[in-house]
């Protein structure tokens, strides 16, 4: 089992940043991928990026060029790093790991890009 706890949440406005961190109760370097996924009011939730466990990457096309995912296994712990944010950008973030082919969710953190 995988327990998984977002923070770095927060209002910001157009053109900021800021960076999530999502910690994980065990270690990730034997989780198969951990990813962002993100959910804003009224839609579905949709996969912002993931990370596998050989640090390959895969992003939504909208944020290409201004999100980065990256873990570090000493901490147990992923990131996205969320630069030149958009209004859009607005939902509560979920962090899910993929491990022993189970989907493990956390309970989001809320990101508003509001001037």
């Known amino acids: 089992q995988v327990q998984l706890v977002e923070s770095g949440g927060g209002l910001v406005q157009p053109g900021g940043s800021l960076r999530l961190s999502c910690a994980a109760s065990?270690?990730?370097?034997?989780?198969?991928?951990m990813g962002w996924y993100r959910q804003a009011p009224g839609k579905q939730r949709e996969l912002v990026a993931v990370?596998?466990?050989?640090?390959?990457?895969n992003y939504a096309d909208s944020v290409k060029g201004r999100f980065t995912i990256s873990r570090d296994n000493a901490k147990n712990t992923v990131y996205l790093q969320m630069n030149s944010l958009k209004p859009e950008d607005t939902a509560v973030y979920y962090c899910?790991?993929?491990?022993?082919?189970?989907?493990?969710w956390g309970k989001g953190t809320l990101v508003t890009v509001s001037s």
């Open positions: 065990r270690s990730i370097f034997s989780i198969y991928a």
């Open positions: 899910k790991a993929e491990y022993l082919d189970m989907d493990y």
């Open positions: 990370i596998t466990s050989g640090s390959n990457t």
